[in-house]
Nanobody
């Protein structure tokens, strides 16, 4: 599994961005995907995750109601729609994948993921 995150940029508070996590391999349908972020000087933390089927998802409390994770397995892509962005959302965002036999399983711990993409930077100004 090889993942690549893209779509980061600079926006003002209240704006929106959509991040994309892509996988060129056919095994993407077997992969649950998580999004994590690392702000300057802080540890990397969980943001959102989605099951390999796309039927289940979960979010960190800090982004619940503002971020939406979805996937298009036909296109081998997972999206993170980020709305009403705040300065505290500024971070390097990573997507990660976990091969799993379980259709509806979601994973929130970094240690559970097998593969990580490079980060994409999101900067939110006030």
């Amino acid at each position: 599994v090889q993942l690549q995150a893209s779509g980061g940029g600079s926006v003002q508070a209240g704006g929106s961005l959509r991040l994309t996590c892509e996988n060129a391999r056919r095994t993407f349908t077997k992969v649950a995907v998580g999004w994590f972020r690392q702000a300057p000087g802080k540890e990397r933390i969980f943001v959102a995750s989605i099951s390999k089927s796309g039927d289940a998802s979960t979010y960190a409390d800090s982004v619940k109601g503002r971020f939406i994770v979805s996937r298009d397995n036909g296109e081998n892509k997972v999206y993170l729609e980020m709305n009403n962005l705040k300065p505290e959302d500024t971070a390097l965002y990573y997507c990660a994948g976990k091969l799993t036999p379980y259709t509806g399983q979601i994973y929130t711990s970094q240690n559970e993921y097998d593969t990580w993409g490079q980060g994409t930077l999101v900067t939110v100004s006030s």
